[in-house]
């Protein structure tokens, strides 16, 4: 099985028998399952609250990855009664959803993550300003007049 083959059901708007239903075992009864997509974040009414992502967890690194999301990014392990699924992941002995060999299922809190991005966007527009100034001054060092924005 590869990575690209687990999708992650959306508990909250899935309907599932919570009698038969074994969260700590990976085991649901669904009457209709609802699969998470990026989609869901435009939409105010089913936007959830975290963005997932599948990130290392290697132990040899002493889950330097993992601890880097959890500092940087107030970063969760998703844990089985999370109102998410990884189908058709089952969780481990703690109730984390590991991929293995060494990918974990973490939850980002969407405020966080959407300041990551516009940070990320602001960057990448400074550097491309840097690149145009620095480009404009090795013109005008080489006695080439040039009126032309790049950007």
């Known amino acids: 099985m ?11 708007q899935s309907e599932w028998d919570k009698d038969r239903s074994e969260p700590e075992k990976g085991r649901y009864y669904f009457t209709k399952k609802v699969y998470s997509k ?4 435009r939409d105010d009414a089913i936007r959830p ?10 132990k040899a690194e002493d889950f330097a990855t993992m601890n880097h999301y959890r500092s940087k990014y107030n970063a969760e392990t ?8 990884p189908e058709p992941l089952v969780p ?6 590991v991929f293995p060999p060494d990918t974990i299922l973490v939850k ?22 840097m690149a145009d100034r620095q480009f404009k001054s090795e013109t005008m060092a ?9 950007s």
């Open 2 to 12: 590869l990575l690209s083959d687990v999708h992650i059901v959306d508990l909250n």
């Open 38 to 41: 990026s989609s869901d974040y």
């Open 49 to 58: 609250k975290h963005v997932l992502k599948w990130i290392m967890y290697d």
């Open 78 to 85: 998703v844990i089985a009664g999370d109102p998410y699924w």
């Open 92 to 97: 481990d002995s703690e109730g984390k959803y």
């Open 108 to 129: 980002i809190p969407l405020e966080i993550w959407v300041e990551k991005l516009l940070l990320d966007k602001q960057n990448a527009k400074r550097g491309h300003e």
């Open 142 to 150: 080489e006695s080439a007049e040039l009126d032309v924005d790049i």
